[in-house]
Structure formats: structure tokens, C-alpha cells
């Protein structure tokens, strides 16, 4: 089995390689991460500059290890369409250091590498640890190679493009695992006012609100101390929309034309 690695939180970053050190024994793994953090850069696709790539010494012995000067889905689509080519038979996005959970999928570096494997056909994770120390990161690592060994095996379809968040916790306080739908609601953005005496700035500050946390989101299942394994997709369409039904633009067109 041949498996890609990324990050957003750059190709130094502790998750990825405790990660990598696990896939080790029983994968082939190949890294290619961004050169630097790049929490919250969600999809981005750098288009108007070059690209510049560098193969580095690993910090696992044996691994092929590509840095990459730009995003976390640059690094996927440049490792799928030119490093590794479409050899592979899966695509891993973390360790994230720090949550990715409910709606904040959209803005996460973490989960938009795994996209980009998702959208060209490949089986994808996007694995977490709701904590910024490092403490439990061996548990991520450990379920992750667990799920690879399933999708090897067909046990689980490779269509699947699944966010994993794990409590910050030792195994042994893990109360169960839970297939979780997205909250909603997470954080909220505010603006701060910044002076260094010479000129004013702003800060963008986020805040967690939790506000749409029913049972059977993965907010819910984090607090309660689970595993959350979201599944994914990528059609963000609502329809039909109980707000807008067709009626209200029947005559749209028309009002348009006079
Ligand atoms: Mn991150």
C-alpha cells in the first residue's frame, strides 16, 4: 500500500511525522507537506506565482520527503500530478495539532488537502486532535493505520472522504467512536483594533460559540469524550431550500427585462 502524507501544519510538524512513523510498517509513505504552517489557509490554490519544491531529509528514516512553498492542497495536487503521479492508494491530511470540527471544515488546511485527493477519485482522511500539546497524538497515528489496513482490505469503500477528530485523552478515558454529521456554529470572527504607535491595524480574533451542538454532531461527540469520524462530500448545494423556494424568482426574468 502506497500512502500520501500532508499537513497544514507545515512539514516540520510533530502530528505528521508521529503519523508517518505509524504508516511506516505498513505502507509505503510518501510526504509532501508545506514548507511552513498554514492553519486556516482552507483550499487555497496558488495560481499566480511558481511553485517551488525541495526534496528534504525526513525527519522517519526511508521516507521520500517533498517541501513544498506554497499550500496544503498545493502539495496534493503537485505530489498526485507530478511527484508520485496517481500511484497511490490513499491520501492522509494530519496530525492536525487543534481541532477541525463543524462548519470550520471550510477554512481548514487540514481537510482541504484531503479534498484534493477525494476529488481525484483517491480515498481521503482528514485526522485531528482537539488539543494543542502533544500529548495523544500516538492515539491519531495508531487509529489512522488502522483505517488505512481498512481500506486496504475493502473492509471500508475507497470513495470516502472522512474528517477524524479525537479527544484529547488517553485511549484507556475514550468512551466510543461515533459517526457524527457536522455542528454548526462553531466559532465567531471579531475584529480588534491594533496601534503600534505608528500605524493602527486590525486583529482577526476567533472565538469558540459551539452553538449548533446537538447529539450526533462531532461537537457533541468530542465533549463526550468520543472519536468523531465525519464522512464527507462535496455537494454544498440545499436544495430544495425551505426560504427560497422556486416561486420567489417565478418572475424574476421578467422584472429583469423591463
Ligand atoms: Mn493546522
Known sequence: MKILVTNDDGIF?????????????????????????????GTAVT??????VQRVRPMVSG????????????????????????????????????????DDVLISGTVGAALQGYLRGFPALAISVNGAD???????????ALLAKKIESNVLPTNIFLNINLPNLPLAKIKGVKITRLASGSHTDTVEDG???????YWLVRQKINKNTDEETDIWAIEQGNISITP?????????????????????????QQ
Do not use: C, M
Open 232 to 256: 464527507l462530500h462535496t455537494n454544498l448545494t440545499r436544495k430544495p431550500s425551505p426560504s427560497i423556494p422556486d416561486s420567489l424568482f417565478s418572475d424574476l426574468l421578467r422584472e429583469l
Open 195 to 201: 496601534n503600534n504607535g505608528k500605524w493602527g491595524y
Open 134 to 144: 502533544s500529548l495523544y497524538l500516538a492515539n491519531a497515528a495508531k487509529l489512522a
Open 47 to 52: 495560481l499566480r506565482q511558481p511553485l517551488r
Open 63 to 102: 521516507i521520500e520527503t517533498y517541501s513544498v512553498e506554497g499550500t496544503p492542497t498545493d502539495s496534493v495536487i503537485l505530489a498526485l500530478g507530478k511527484l508520485v503521479k496517481n500511484k497511490i492508494d490513499l491520501v492522509i491530511s494530519g496530525i492536525n495539532q487543534g481541532p477541525n470540527l463543524g
Open 13 to 41: 510538524a510533530q502530528g505528521l511525522w508521529t503519523l508517518v512513523k505509524q504508516l511506516k510498517s505498513i505502507a509505503q509513505v510518501i510526504v509532501v507537506a508545506p514548507d511552513r504552517e498554514q492553519s486556516a489557509i
